[in-house]
Each structure stands twice: as C-alpha cells, then as structure tokens.
C-alpha cells in the first residue's frame, strides 16, 4: 500500500513543469497515477476510455490486415494506454511511440507508471524522444532510422483538442496544409485518428474529410466518479486513399 499522496517525479520542460503524482483513491483503495501540467491536470488513470478507444476505433478499419505498422504520437499524455492499446491489437506488426517530453519516456523506462515494463518489453515497441508536430511539417518522418517510412495508422493524443492546443506550435497541424502532411505518412488506405476532450467538431471533421478521403466523430461516454453522472471524449477516425467507410465500434 502506497502513502495517500506522493509525487513521483517533477521537471521542467520547455512547455512548462511536468509533474507525475500518485495518489490512494479512499473509496476504492487503488493507486492512481495523475500527470500535470504546471497546474492543469493531463492525465488520470481513472479516465482512461477515451485513450483506449483512441487505439481501437483508429485501428477498427484494419482489423483484415496482419501487417500494420502504427505511429503514436503522444504516451496517451503521459500514462502509455493508448499505446498500450494498440499492442493488444493482434495485426499490429511494429508501433513507435512519439514524444516531445523525454522526462515521460523515462517514466516508463524507469517503472514510475504502471504500463512501463509492459510496453519496455514488448519488442514492437519503440520509445522515441522527438517532435511530433515538427516531424510531420518537416517532412522527414516519424521514424528517424528510416527517412520517409510509412504507417497503416497514426494515433494522435496530445493536445486537449484540435481547438485547445498545449503549445501553439502544435495548431498548424489541424488545418488543411498541416493535415495533408501528415496524411502523406500514411500508406493508402491508412488511418489517422484523433483523441479530443471537446464535443465533436463538424468544421473539423470537414477539414478531416477533405484532406483525407472519409472522415468521422466517435462520442466515448464513460462514468466520471469525481463529478458523478458521464463524461465524454471524442475521436476522430479519417482514411485515406480509397479504403471505404469506417465501420462503427462500440466501445
């Protein structure tokens, strides 16, 4: 059994200071991990729904295929399950996991989150310490040991939404010139999906549409035990090239 409430892990970085908690819930008795940002909460290991959903809905449309090789950028903002996720996913041949903050890739290597060991074992796996939004607009890949390199899917789980942005580097990559970069990381027929703390964005989902080929908004409803009643995330899920429509998934 853990103290009530212990910080684990506190740095500055140059989006502001990172902070990694745990925490004893007292109704259940369980450990939760929270991660923030200066004063802002990113993570909680009670709401880890929408991150889950991020990798199946995302992943859904390939289910047929043995071969994907899938992008993550982002650690699920810090804690691994999206991630995680996507290697439980039997088609999935290789994933490497993008993220600006390297003190959260240590995290994970140093056992500080409860998936670490599980994704620092997994041979798919490939940890990288990097800028996902500047790797995209540069134009030289997501994989640094091999320049140009394709995915069946990219997941992204970063900014709080498309509108709502950690950093405001990040906002170009969510209108049409940044979307359409990003598209070209994808083999045809592949899909980029999108974690979103906001209520779907029509205006979005037509910038999605158009820069792909087919585009939709998933609604993940999941109990919040803090606030009582649901919460919801939302995930967009768009294809490429001529890959049909997205089947639905309920989650």
């Known amino acids: 059994m ?22 004893r819930d007292p109704l ?11 004063d802002e909460f990113l993570m909680s290991s009670l709401f880890t729904e929408g991150e889950i959903a991020l990798a199946r809905l995302g ?17 699920g903002l810090g804690l691994g399950y999206t991630a995680h996720a996507a290697l439980e996913e039997l088609g999935v041949r290789s994933l490497i996991v993008v993220d600006t903050l390297g003190e959260v890739i240590d995290w994970h290597r140093r056992g500080l989150v409860p998936l670490g060991a599980a994704l620092g074992s997994d041979d798919r796996c490939r940890l990288l310490h990097g800028d996902f939004f ?5 134009g030289h890949g997501l994989d640094p040991q091999a320049p140009g390199r394709l995915f069946h899917a990219i997941l992204l789980d970063v900014d709080h939404s498309p509108r709502h942005v950690l950093h405001p580097s990040h906002s170009t990559l969510y ?15 592949g899909v980029f999906a999108l974690w979103s703390n906001d209520p779907p964005d029509d205006d979005f989902v ?21 606030r009582g009643g649901t919460s919801t995330n939302t995930i967009y899920v768009a294809m490429a090239g001529s890959a049909g429509s997205t089947p639905e998934l309920k989650v």
Do not use: C
């Open 206 to 226: 037509s910038l999605l549409t158009d820069a792909f080929q087919h585009a939709t908004a998933h609604v993940v409803e999941f109990p919040n035990p803090l």
């Open 2 to 23: 853990t103290t009530r409430f212990e910080e684990l892990d506190w740095k500055p970085t140059p989006i502001g200071d990172i902070s990694l908690r745990r925490r």
């Open 28 to 38: 259940s008795g369980d450990d939760v991990y929270e991660v923030k940002l200066g």
């Open 59 to 75: 992943l859904a449309p390939l289910a047929h295929r043995t071969d994907l090789d899938v992008a993550v950028g982002g650690l």
């Open 175 to 189: 209108q049409p010139e940044g979307l359409s970069a990003l598209s070209r990381h994808l083999h045809p027929g």
């Open 134 to 138: 500047a790797m995209v607009r540069e």
